[in-house]
Nanobody, 122 residues
């Protein structure tokens, strides 16, 4: 199983980035794909999740109204569109895959990517 994130970078406050997570070696249609982030000195935070089979989603309060998660079955890819970025969104963003849970608990996901850095300058 491999998850590869991309799309991070340096952006000014108020800007946008679209993060991608390509999933391989895992039955995509059965997957729960989560996005997490970890800033220096802080705990890993669950940001959003999507159940690929039925499209149901979860968003942390910090992400509601600004971030949108979506999936592309043809590309085995999950996207996290991040808008109105703030300096406090600066973190390494990880995607994770599992089969039974879609939510903020990191311990309930089975596979993880290496992360992509998002830096928001104020």
């Amino acid at each position: 199983v491999q998850l590869v994130e991309s799309g991070g970078g340096l952006v000014q406050a108020g800007g946008s980035l679209r993060l991608s997570c390509v999933v391989s070696g895992f039955t995509f249609d059965d997957a729960m794909i989560g996005w997490f982030r970890q800033a220096p000195g802080k705990e890993r935070e669950g940001v959003s999740c999507i159940s690929v089979s039925d499209g149901s989603t979860y968003y942390a309060d910090s992400a509601k109204g600004r971030f949108t998660i979506s999936s592309d079955h043809a590309k085995n890819t999950v996207y996290l569109q991040t808008n109105s970025l703030k300096s406090e969104d600066t973190a390494v963003y990880y995607c994770a895959a599992g089969e039974i849970y879609c939510g903020p608990r990191a311990d309930l996901y089975d596979y993880w990517g290496q992360g992509t850095q998002v830096t928001v300058s104020s």
